[in-house]
């Protein structure tokens, strides 16, 4: 099932870019594995799969050991600092970072790891509540100015998730605001790359906005049991 899933999900994927004349080897398609076992992750790697997408630091911390090394983990969900530990040894890449404080941790954890960790900054765009990132432009640009200077830390970009919604208008102005804001940092001098967002249920609108990290979960591994 996964295989056929996964060709279904990069099929769709370049069938997108080709219709908006982008090119499909600039996408990073996440499998977002989390509440998924080892096993799956296994399985989608036999199939070429190379990211894979987790949200917690327990979840991150074993399945890493049971994983070879040659896959790349991308860390998705909220952090708090003291888990901070466990994640920066294990991640590519840290897709959620919405606070000073956490950069600050982060940075001094990869100092002791003698690691340049990359990271994203994790933007609220839309107003739901239970939503978490930045919103103040002072604030995105001091974090981003901590980063710059932090050669532990290598800022490749920002991330965020649409509204959950119907409304196709919401989701798209969610994630033209992100693109707006990466143009606008790289304007005030900053370099980012890399813009988070799009997932099973928004991926071609997030194409379609500038997206090169797509995190797709339920379309690869079927509908999560949270209770598991
Ligand atoms: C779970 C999750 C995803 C994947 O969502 P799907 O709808 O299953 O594709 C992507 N991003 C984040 C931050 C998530 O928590």
Redesign the pocket.
């Known amino acids: 099932m996964i295989k056929e899933n996964l060709n279904r999900v990069r099929d769709e994927i370049a069938e997108k870019c080709l219709k908006i004349g982008r090119n499909p080897e600039e996408i990073t398609l ?1 499998a ?1 594995s ?1 509440t998924y076992g080892f096993e799956s992750v296994l399985e989608a790697k036999s199939c070429g799969q190379r990211d894979f ?1 987790e ?1 917690w630091a327990q979840e991150l911390v074993e399945k890493f050991d049971l994983v070879p090394e040659d896959v790349s983990w991308h860390f ?2 909220h952090l708090q600092t003291n888990k901070v530990k466990y994640v920066v040894p294990r991640a590519e890449f840290i ?2 970072v919405d606070s000073l404080k956490l950069a600050e941790e982060i940075a001094k954890t990869a100092q002791k790891q003698n690691k340049s960790q990359k990271i994203l900054l994790e933007i609220k765009t839309s107003e739901e509540a239970t939503k978490h990132g930045l919103t103040s432009e002072k604030e995105i640009e001091d974090i981003a100015g901590f980063c710059t200077e932090n050669q532990n830390i290598n800022l490749a970009g920002l ?1 965020t ?1 649409a509204p959950f919604t119907g409304d196709e208008k919401k989701i798209r102005q969610s994630f033209s605001q992100l693109r707006d804001l990466k143009e606008k940092l790289n304007k005030n001098g900053f370099s980012l790359n890399e813009l988070s967002m799009g ?3 928004d ?1 071609e609108l997030a194409l379609e906005e500038g997206s090169t990290m797509l ?7 079927g509908t ?1 049991n949270y209770l598991q």
């Open positions: 996440i977002v989390k997408g949200n998705i969900g897709h959620s991330m998730m997932m099973t249920s991926f995190r797709i979960g339920t379309a690869i591994f999560r």
